[in-house]
């Protein structure tokens, strides 16, 4: 099958300080991992040069078949269609209902989707991830994990080929966590490869899905689906 | 039986029925209620750019006096009076007038009597008076010769101030240095009113620059998220321009209408002293005026916050 996303001895320095050395991974369609590591092992770097907020120092990035790596500013929004993102806050704009920030996501991607189409995939994406009835409802007048399911909702409407997760549960409850887990799960299992990058021990452990370990730069350890195994630098980060 | 995704085919006009709508809705309805939102942060730069605009405005309708004004005085120093000694005979002003009219350098010749010259004097404010205490008509008779080129008034002047048919005590109404002393500080004038526009250019650009500056930092996470849920460049970066062009047009429609405003009261108020004082100034003109006004401002508007927007809003 072919990769969704590849990394191909990607590098990115910040300064003389390597954020990300030397990194190849790939991931097919319909793949969940999770990205792990301690605090500043590059997790949030990776995520970023794949939505192409960073460009990499040296190496390539293949997502979705668009060279992510060597793209030009005024295409990147095209690759940002192909890939959903959900962010540690949400990043959901506050003077938008939630229905609105998911048809947001749709019209800016494709201006020849109408209202009423926008309007009804959002509802679709809403009730898919269970906000059915809160889609007129202000960010602010939402639950953290509600806020979070809406930007699960908004990073998937597009049907996008990747998603990637930044911290998804790091302002969540534990239960609220397995909630968005499942969800993630759900959307993998329709065939969107999805790469979570997070801190939460017991959901990595308990999920047995891949898991790709970054530190201090350097992909040290790519564990297959199902042979997740101890994690000691976890308990010390 | 599973689901059928079945592809909807729709008639191009309403596609495109659609994306000018959304167009219409994330470029301008965005930014007008952007605008709007923001209308205490942007009614420093409104309110100096409509006083830029409007000193611009008058600054401009005073340039185009003068230009006129150097006209009627390039006009009249192309015309050399050249004034008879009385009771000279009529051959020796024949005479002299074919020697004029022969001459390439000469527009034309007319010969202007006493008669019509005491005429004319009465129309010129002062001179009646001068006229009237006087026996007689105290203004000669001459030959009005107009010059092709203002430069060639000097050669034209010496050729005939030793004529036999010229008065001798006063030949010509050659003024040399006259003309090109006018001239000069007419450019000077200009000079000044170029530089003072370009200023007021340079303040206006600033401040706009500056408050769209402000709106894009106050607004930097929904510019974020705009950009990280895949919206190209023009949606992002539109908006920002048409504030700017809202708040150019705006200026410019008021400066443009006091502007207006201003000059046709003035030739409302006083009619001969305004020609006098603003040649050429006319209710056309005040409109052209105030329309130049306008679309300046709506250039500056969107112009400044263009060059803000590509140097605040990295990609």
């Not at chain 1, 060279?67 to 690759?79: E, I, N």
């Given at each position: 099958?072919?990769?969704?996303?590849?990394?191909?001895?990607?590098?990115?320095?910040?300064?003389?300080?390597?954020?990300?050395?030397?990194?190849?991974?790939?991931?097919?369609?319909?793949?969940?991992?999770?990205?792990?590591?301690?605090?500043?092992?590059?997790?949030?770097?990776?995520?970023?040069?794949?939505?192409?907020?960073?460009?990499?120092?040296?190496?390539?990035?293949?997502?979705?078949?668009?060279?992510?790596?060597?793209?030009?500013?005024?295409?990147?929004?095209?690759?940002?269609?192909?890939?959903?993102?959900?962010?540690?806050?949400?990043?959901?704009?506050?003077?938008?209902?939630?229905?609105?920030?998911?048809?947001?996501?749709?019209?800016?991607?494709?201006?020849?989707?109408?209202?009423?189409?926008?309007?009804?995939?959002?509802?679709?994406?809403?009730?898919?991830?269970?906000?059915?009835?809160?889609?007129?409802?202000?960010?602010?007048?939402l639950s953290g994990g509600q806020q979070q399911r809406v930007a699960v909702a908004r990073a998937v409407v597009g049907q996008p080929r990747l998603l990637i997760a930044d911290e998804p549960t790091g302002n969540l409850d534990l239960e609220t966590s397995w909630q968005m887990m499942d969800l993630f799960a759900d959307i993998a299992a329709f065939g969107t490869a999805v790469l979570i990058a997070t801190h939460n021990v017991e959901i990595v452990t308990r999920l047995q899905r891949r898991v790709m370990t970054l530190v201090q730069g350097r992909l040290v350890r790519d564990q297959p689906a199902g042979r997740t195994g101890r994690m000691a630098w976890l308990a010390s980060s | 039986m599973a689901g059928v995704v079945v592809k909807a085919h729709f008639s191009r006009r309403r596609i495109v029925r659609i994306v000018v709508a959304n167009v219409f809705r994330y470029l301008f309805r965005g930014a007008a209620r952007n605008w709007f939102r923001n209308a205490g942060s942007t009614a420093p730069a409104l309110s100096s750019m409509t006083l830029l605009l409007l000193l611009s405005g008058l600054v401009g309708l005073v340039g185009?006096?003068?230009?006129?004004?150097?006209?009627?005085?390039?006009?009249?120093?192309?015309?050399?009076?050249?004034?008879?000694?009385?009771?000279?005979?009529?051959?020796?002003?024949?005479?002299?007038?074919?020697?004029?009219?022969?001459?390439?350098r000469v527009a034309s010749v007319t010969y202007v009597t006493k008669a019509q010259a005491l005429a004319r004097a009465q129309q010129i404010p002062g001179l009646p008076q001068i006229a009237a205490a006087t026996d007689g008509n105290p203004f000669p008779a001459s030959l009005d010769v107009r010059v092709k080129s203002i430069d060639d008034a000097a050669a034209i002047d010496n050729l005939v101030r030793t004529d036999i048919a010229v008065d001798a005590l006063n030949p010509t109404s050659y003024d040399r240095g006259a003309y090109q002393r006018i001239q000069a500080v007419l450019f000077g004038l200009g000079v000044a009113g170029i530089a003072f526009l370009l200023l007021l250019g340079f303040v206006a650009i600033t401040v706009t620059m500056n408050s769209i500056r402000a709106a894009i930092h106050s607004r930097r996470d929904e510019v974020t998220i705009m950009q990280l849920v895949g919206a190209p460049r023009w949606m992002v970066r539109g908006p920002f321009v048409v504030e700017g062009a809202i708040t150019g047009a705006l200026s410019g429609a008021v400066a443009g209408l006091i502007t207006f405003g201003l000059a046709v009261a003035g030739m409302t108020a006083g009619p001969t002293s305004f020609t006098q004082f603003a040649p050429g100034i006319t209710v056309t003109v005040a409109a052209i005026a105030a329309a130049i006004v306008f679309v300046t401002g709506l250039g500056l508007g969107s112009g400044s916050s263009l060059i803000s927007v590509r140097r605040h809003l990295e990609s």
């Open positions: 099958m072919r990769p969704i996303l590849e990394f191909a001895g990607v590098t990115r320095a910040y300064g003389p300080r390597l954020a990300l050395d030397d990194v190849h991974l790939a991931m097919v369609p319909g793949e969940l991992a999770f990205l792990v590591g301690p605090s500043g092992a590059g997790k949030t770097t990776l995520l970023k040069l794949i939505n192409r907020e960073l460009r990499p120092t040296s190496g390539e990035i293949w997502v979705d078949g668009i060279a992510a790596h060597d793209l030009k500013a005024s295409r990147v929004s095209q690759l940002r269609r192909h890939v959903g993102v959900v962010f540690q806050d949400f990043k959901l704009l506050p003077r938008l209902t939630a229905k609105e920030n998911v048809a947001l996501a749709l019209q800016v991607g494709d201006l020849r989707i109408s209202d009423d189409e926008a309007s009804e995939r959002a509802m679709d994406a809403l009730e898919a991830v269970g906000l059915g009835d809160r889609g007129g409802a202000f960010p602010q007048q | 185009f006096s003068l230009h006129n004004l150097e006209q009627v005085q390039a006009g009249q120093a192309s015309l050399l009076h050249v004034y008879m000694r009385e009771g000279v005979p009529s051959t020796d002003v024949n005479a002299l007038w074919d020697r004029l009219a022969s001459d390439r």
